[in-house]
């Protein structure tokens, strides 16, 4: 089975930073697109940012500028560098890979 798991979430204070990690397992993440989401509470999940097997990366405007998501094929992760954050950001961070979710890391900026 195909297993995510995210971590780094925290609360921190407006113009903070955090970096999130997705940790895959159960396949071989090098050769697909990965994507970072978040739900806030009442709100719909929406995509914060995308990455390539090849590396190219694509950001919602809301993030842009700010977020930085990269990715580690010889340790199957990906991670999310988030700076000068805003209390708009507070939301459960999630990531994915194809159909597959991970448990989510909160994020709450004051």
């Known amino acids: 089975d195909v297993q995510l798991v995210e971590s780094g979430g925290g609360s921190v204070q407006a113009g903070g930073s955090l970096r999130l990690s997705c940790a895959t397992s159960g396949s071989t993440m090098s050769t697909y697109c990965m994507g970072w989401y978040r739900q806030a509470p009442g709100k719909e999940r929406e995509g914060v940012a995308t990455i390539d097997s090849d590396g190219t990366t694509a950001y919602a405007d809301s993030v842009k500028g700010r977020f930085t998501t990269s990715r580690d094929n010889a340790d199957d992760t990906v991670y999310l560098q988030m700076n000068s954050l805003k209390p708009e950001d507070t939301a459960m961070y999630y990531c994915?890979?194809?159909?597959?979710w991970g448990q989510g890391t909160q994020v709450t900026v004051s």
């Open positions: 994915r890979l194809l159909g597959y």
